[in-house]
Nanobody, 125 residues
């Protein structure tokens, strides 16, 4: 699986962006997927995750109620709709495939692989 994230850009605080993650390969629909982000000087952190069918989602507390993760398996694409953006949301956003299930927690970095190249989101105050 190869992943390509896109949709980042510069937006003012309170604005919205939609990120896309396009996947190659015919096995996209078999995998749970996730979005992570990494701000300058900080570790990569969990943002949101979605099950293979899209029926189950999970969010970091910091984005709950503002971000929505979704997927279209027919298009091999996952999305992250980001609303009410804050300057602290500024980061490079990465998509990845969940390949291990060591626990019920969907945001464990080491359970993900096939990272996309990332797309930069900058939120100005």
């Amino acid at each position: 699986v190869q992943l390509q994230a896109s949709g980042g850009g510069l937006v003012q605080a309170g604005g919205s962006l939609r990120l896309s993650c396009a996947a190659s390969g015919r096995t996209f629909s078999r995998y749970s997927m996730g979005w992570f982000r990494q701000a300058p000087g900080k570790e990569r952190e969990f943002v949101a995750a979605i099950s293979d069918s899209g029926g189950i989602t999970a969010y970091a507390d910091s984005v709950k109620g503002r971000f929505t993760i979704s997927r279209e398996n027919g298009k091999n694409t996952m999305y992250l709709e980001m609303n009410s953006l804050k300057p602290e949301d500024t980061a490079v956003y990465y998509c990845a495939v969940r390949v291990h299930y060591y626990s019920d927690y969907a945001g464990a970095l080491h359970e993900y692989a096939y990272w996309g190249q990332g797309t930069l989101v900058t939120v100005s105050s």
